[in-house]
C-alpha cells in the first residue's frame, strides 16, 4: 500500500503542480535526508528533494511555504549543493552537481522557481565572512557577494 501512495504522490507531484519538464523526467535520489560534511567548511543540513537529471548531474528543490524566493534560499541551495558535490567527489559513480538549483514556492498554488547557485568559492568567502562577524571581527563582506548582502 505504501508504494501505491508513493506513485499516486509522484504523479500529482509532476503533472498537477506543473512541475518543470527536467525534474519530471529526473529520478528522486533523496528525500529529508540529513546530510553533513566537514571539508572545506563545515555544513550540514536536510535538502527537501534531491533529484538524478537525464544528463547523470543532480538538482536540489527546497519547499517555501512563500510566494517570494530571498537571497538566504539561495545561499542555503549552494550549501546543499557544496554538501552533496563533496560526497559525490568521495564517490565517483554519483552524479555531479548542476549550477542550478529549484525553489519549490507553496503557497496559493504551487510554483517552481529555478534559480543560479553560488560558486563554492563564494559560499566560502560568505562563510568566512559570517564566522569572522561573529567572533568580533569588523570585516568587510566580499566584493563578489556585496549585491547579495543588501
Known amino acids: 500500500m505504501p508504494m501505491i501512495r508513493s506513485i499516486r504522490k509522484w504523479w500529482w507531484m509532476a503533472f498537477e503542480e506543473y512541475m518543470p519538464d527536467e525534474l519530471r523526467r529526473a529520478t528522486l535520489m533523496m528525500s529529508e535526508t540529513p546530510v553533513a560534511w566537514n571539508h572545506p567548511i563545515p555544513l550540514y543540513g536536510t535538502p527537501d528533494q534531491v533529484y538524478r ?61 529555478r534559480v543560479g547557485l553560488l560558486s563554492a568559492r563564494d559560499l566560502i568567502a560568505l562563510w568566512g565572512f559570517h564566522h569572522c562577524r561573529r567572533m568580533g571581527c569588523r570585516a568587510a563582506p566580499p566584493p563578489s557577494l556585496a549585491a547579495l548582502m543588501r
Do not use: M
Not at 86 to 98: Q, T, V
Open 53 to 113: 537529471l537525464e544528463d547523470n548531474s543532480f538538482v536540489v528543490v527546497d519547499t517555501k511555504t512563500r510566494q517570494r524566493v530571498y537571497p538566504k534560499d539561495i545561499v542555503q541551495l549552494s550549501a546543499y549543493r557544496l554538501l552533496l558535490a563533496g560526497r559525490s567527489r568521495l564517490r565517483p559513480w554519483e552524479p555531479r552537481p548542476a549550477d542550478h538549483a529549484y525553489v519549490r514556492c507553496d503557497r496559493d498554488g504551487v510554483r517552481y522557481q
